[in-house]
């Protein structure tokens, strides 16, 4: 019998509310390779694979930059969803219906906040597409997101030990990545700070040439690169990094990403790496190459 209760499966989506609607659909469309599907002039879906959307964005013109307002969650069944939605209960935390938006996409699910205030909505049997959108260099799946928060252990303890996330590695007691029951080898992470942030989004892209092609397209309309080519020692990913924060977050664009076992899912036990760059990137040079910046 399994000793610990079953997490989500995975992340479904995330919803971004940003300064302006149109330029930052035409920005993940020729930089991520997010294909647009509903729309109006107050919201937009994106997708990247079956699901229905693996970025909501809301229209915000009074914000100059982007802000994070919700997560999404896939739950496996509907045993787990009503497990989940105990165990939120249990540990005193609200349980909130999802948005009328969401309901009308899924067949059930709920919200609940987490100790940053940012929205989780644990969804099940997502709407989906009968085929993925026409190929254009586009990402196979959203992975993770990556916060940093001045609540670190308080967001560890709520994503551990109340919605069941497990620990992969973490760096030192700075930095923890937790995966989800599709074992991938993170589906959040978390870095101590002295603010909490939405810090970048992770995306799959399913091929080397189909970051470096996305990468030169980032080079070519003068879009920054924060955090670039980097191998990344813990899921053994090679990404890259593109930046405008009127448009979102940083966008990790990688090729692989570590999946584990179902053994070694039941068993792992997480790694603490020293904080040394080396263990960000494995192809920096030295201990004292900052040259990362992520």
Not at 35 to 58: C, F, K, N, P, Q
Not at 206 to 231: C, E, F, T, W
Not at 253 to 271: A, K, N, Q, S
């Amino acid at each position: 019998m399994r000793a610990t209760p079953r997490g989500p499966d995975g992340v479904a989506y995330v919803r971004l509310a940003v300064p302006n609607l149109a330029q930052t659909i035409e920005f993940l469309d020729f930089h991520v390779g997010l294909a647009l599907e509903e729309h109006d002039d107050t919201h937009a879906y994106l997708r990247v694979g079956l699901e229905h959307h693996s970025v909501e964005l809301v229209a915000a013109p009074e914000l100059e930059q982007f802000r994070y307002d919700a997560v999404g969650y896939h739950v496996a069944n509907a045993t787990d969803l009503a497990d989940l939605r105990e165990r939120v209960t249990a540990a005193g935390h609200e349980v909130h219906p999802l948005q009328d938006r969401m309901k009308s996409l899924c067949q059930d699910g709920f919200a609940v906040t987490d100790p940053n205030g940012t929205t989780v909505e644990l969804v099940l049997d997502m709407v989906e597409y009968a085929e993925t959108p026409w190929p254009d260099l586009r990402p196979e799946t959203l992975v993770h997101p990556f916060v940093v928060t001045d609540r670190y252990e308080e967001t560890l303890h709520f994503y551990l030990d109340v919605l069941g996330f497990r620990a992969s590695d973490y760096v030192e007691d700075f930095t923890a990545f937790l995966r989800c029951e599709d074992r991938y080898h993170h589906s959040l992470a978390v870095r101590r700070a002295d603010r909490y942030a939405l810090e970048h989004l992770c995306f799959i892209m399913g091929s080397m040439d189909g970051v470096m092609r996305r990468r030169a397209r980032a080079q070519y309309k003068q879009v920054a690169i924060l955090g670039d080519v980097v191998n990344h020692s813990a899921s053994t990913s090679i990404a890259f990094y593109l930046y405008d924060p009127k448009h979102g977050p940083r966008y990790e664009l990688c090729d692989g990403h570590r999946v584990l076992t179902p053994e070694e899912h039941e068993t792992h036990r997480p790694r603490r790496l020293k904080r040394d760059p080396r263990n960000i990137d494995v192809w920096r040079a030295a201990a004292d190459d900052r040259t990362w910046a992520h």
